[in-house]
């Protein structure tokens, strides 16, 4: 039977410089989440991704070049992170950036981040982050945006109650899908209570170099911030 695809798109873009490919040599093996934990059994204990326990612990979903999770891992040296990313490019950015910082409180995977998410323990997580995913505009391809029922039960799942579900985006259309998606789900709650919650970043939020080069539609971007009950 031939596997699922699971992760689409290109998986390399440009060619990388040397500095780049040097970052993936040194630190991906470092990092990368070994592969017998992804064993999408739902029994993988976040603090054995560690060499030392932390003080909560969040996952970046699809970090593109990583200067979100960069920053925050420059922000709170105490917090675990997870970061997925499946292209080259971005990953490759990323371990560059953080190549010459502190860094042992970071575990990456270079695919599907839904490899660690069912493969995690129950209850281990404080926070997801979803940022600007890919919004899939043709109707048919609506399948394979990361935000769906299936996806949010795993979420769910790992989230502890009282755990944050973060996610942005700048098109309109995905917007409205996320909020509905993430409304209908059971285990979930909206934290907004006025218009101006979901339009306005909140306290200490870090710009995305998408937010800051005024791409299509940044200048409306929603920030969708939900509660695992």
Known sequence: MKPQKR?????????????????????LPQLAIPAELLNEKAETRIESLFNTPAASYWFEIGFGNGEHLAALMARNPDTGYLGAEPFINGMSAFLKSIHDVPHDHVRILMDDAMMIANSLEDRCLDGIYVLNPDPWHK????????????????????????????????????????????????????????????????????????????????DKMVYLIFEKA
């Open 7 to 27: 992760v689409y798109g290109r998986r390399a873009g440009r060619p990388l410089n040397t500095s780049r490919v040097s970052a993936l040599d040194t630190l």
């Open 139 to 218: 109707k048919r391809h609506h399948k394979r945006r990361i935000i769906n029922q299936k996806n949010l039960d795993q979420f769910a799942r790992i989230l502890k109650p009282g755990g944050q579900l973060i996610m942005s985006t700048d098109v309109p259309d995905l917007a409205e899908w996320m909020v509905t998606e993430a409304v209908q789900h059971p285990a979930f709650d909206w934290t907004a209570q006025k218009a101006d919650d979901w339009r306005t970043p909140p306290p200490g939020w870090i710009k995305t170099r998408y937010e800051e080069k005024g791409a299509r539609g940044a």
